[in-house]
Every structure is written in C-alpha cells, then in structure tokens.
DNA sequence: TCTTTACGTCAGTCATGTTGACATATATCG
DNA sequence: CGATATATGTCAACATGACTGACGTAAAGA
C-alpha cells in the first residue's frame, strides 16, 4: 500500500495541515500550562500570578506599564494579581529614578524561588521537546512562531547573529 | 564586532533558548486567541465557545466524553457552553445508533457558517507564518510542538507519509 | 439483576477578565 | 508658573469559564 501513488489534492493537504497547526498550538499550550497550574493552585494562586511572576523575573525593573502592554490586560486586572504578589513578599515595587512615577518591579528571593519552581517544569518540557526534535527543527519552530506573532513583538525576539550555536 | 569571539558560556544559551521558547509559545497563543475572541464577543460567546465548535467540526458525530477528553475541562463546564451552543442552533445532538446514551455531536449549517469565520483568521495566521518560514521550518514546527504536547495525544496528528509532500 | 457508564443538572465558589469613574503624584510643555 | 498629560492606583459592578460536590436518568454490560 506505502507504494501506491494516491491523487493527491493539494487544497486538501493545504487546509489538513493548517488545522494540524491549530491543534498543535491548542494542545501545546493546554499541556505547557497543566503543570504549573497545578503547584499554582497550591498557593491559591491562578496562571495570571504565574505570568507576572514569569516576566517580572525576565524583566528585572521593569516598570508596570511594561508588563500591561505584554500582558494585554487592563490595569485593574492586573492590580488585583500584582498587588497579591506584592503583599505577600513576592515583588518589590521601587520608585524610577529618572521618573519617580513609576514603580519598578523586582522579584524577592521568595519571589524567584517561586519563579524557579513553576518555570522549571516548563523549561524541562521545552528541553525535551528540542533535544528529540533537533537544532534544525528547533530553528523552524522558531521561524514559524515568529511568524504566529504580531509583528509589534516580534522584535522582542532579537536575531541570534554569529555568536550563537 | 562581529567578527570577535565572545566568550560564551553553553548553560546561558541553553536557559536563554529555553526561556525564549517559553515567550514565543506565550505570545504565539496570546495573538492568536486575539481575534477570534473579538468575533465570538459579538455574539456574546467566548473561547471556550470557540473550542467546542471548533473540535465538533473537525469531528463530526463525536461524543461528549470524547469533547471532554480533549478539552480536559469538567462535564459542569462543558454543559454550559454546549447547552448555549445547541440551543441557539449552532450544534446538534442525536442519540448513538450502537450505544443509544451517547449524544453525537454536529454543527449545523449555521455552526459550520460560525466556525469558518472564526477559525478562517487562525488559518490564515498560519498560513503567512508557514509561507514566510518555508517547508523545512514548518516541519521543525510540527516536531518540536509534538514533543511539547503530552505523549499520550500525540497519536492525534499522524505521521505523513510518502504520500505527504 | 446489579453495576457501570454516558450524560445531565442544581448549587455554590473562585480566578480572571471587563467597563467606568475617580484620585494622586509627577513630568512636561507652552 | 500654570495647564495638561502620564504613570499608577482604587472602588464598584459585572461576565466568563473554570472548579467541587451531590444527585438523577437512561442505557449498556457483566
């Protein structure tokens, strides 16, 4: 049967394969956030918690505007999570020293315990996934996900030039 | 500057290639659920209206438990939105022809009509990022999203064969 | 017949998003 | 200096979509 050349239609195979790539980024992502989730749970925290922690911990001193203009939220939201987080020692704010409105963000040591222990998870998942999959695939999957992204963010994601691999 | 070599230290990258998966997978999903969630507003609907069709599209006739394998959600929240769905007309249940308890699931014409032009932008999303990136990267795609996706739904997207491409 | 399965429902709770209005401190511009 | 804009915060009300727990019905299967 492997030998037999079926007629192929290629407006077929088009569309299969771009919801192939939906469902990919669909169970991608539900699988990705399952297990922080859960150890979120445990601290009676939710996944908003997890990507201020997350960015904040990228990000060191970044102020709160930064993190609604990545986030996408209103400001109200993320009040809610941030102010959580800083109550109970997880972020500290500080105020700019060049404008002394803003309050720039930092994670505690708590904070970046915490960080550690949810990301981890993710990062072993991603390790996995380009180790079996290789460096070539890992620079497609790169290219296709730029791609997936609003060109506005996708200068967050600098060119590796020569120095790199 | 080009030319100088850096002093590079192999563990940075890796976290840096790692983290930079991460935020790629973050922003790709934000985006992505963006413009849909503006059209299913309109209709007073949200993403997980958007799921539910989506998959019942895909797989006409499914059942229930099969909805809620893939959606990994309780039957509670199912209910709800699939309630609202079948109701205002845009899914069908009939009963199972072998196991008389189940309720196959169907989108109408009207549900057909709304899951194209929801996921009609996600297509086209992939699309450009597919042409942009080129066959091989959106091979490494497929192979580095499978290894994040757990092993167990990996059978959902078979292999292609000599007949694909 | 008994048990399990597929599906549904009621009730309550929580996390996370929204809009709208208002407040304060600081920066910036004319 | 005074007016205006910006960065941030806060209060209130609301919607969505998740959850748990309990209970119910019809059909399948041992």
């Known amino acids: 049967m492997t030998d037999v050349k079926t007629p192929i239609n290629p407006l ?8 192939q790539g939906i469902e990919l980024l669909f169970f991608a992502y539900r699988d990705f956030t399952a297990e922080p989730d859960a150890i979120l749970a445990e601290y009676g925290y939710g996944r908003a918690h997890h990507r201020v922690i997350y960015f904040v911990g990228r990000n060191p001193g970044m102020t709160v505007s930064d ?7 209103t400001k109200q939201s993320l009040s809610r999570v941030l102010g959580q987080l800083v109550e109970e020692g997880f972020i500290t704010q500080r105020p ?11 994670l505690t040591e708590k904070g970046t315990e915490l960080e550690r222990q949810l990301t981890e998870r993710q990062r072993a998942r991603f390790a996995a996934a380009y180790r079996d999959a290789g460096a070539e695939a890992v620079e497609g999957f790169r290219k296709v996900m730029l791609g997936l992204i609003d060109e506005a963010d996708r200068p967050r994601f600098p060119q590796r030039g020569p120095g790199w691999r």
Chains 1, 2 share one sequence.
Do not use: S
């Open 96 to 106: 700019g020293t060049v404008d002394r409105r803003q309050r720039l963000l930092e």
């Open 67 to 73: 993190l609604l203009t990545i986030l996408r939220i």
């Open 12 to 19: 077929f195979l088009r569309e299969e394969e771009l919801r």
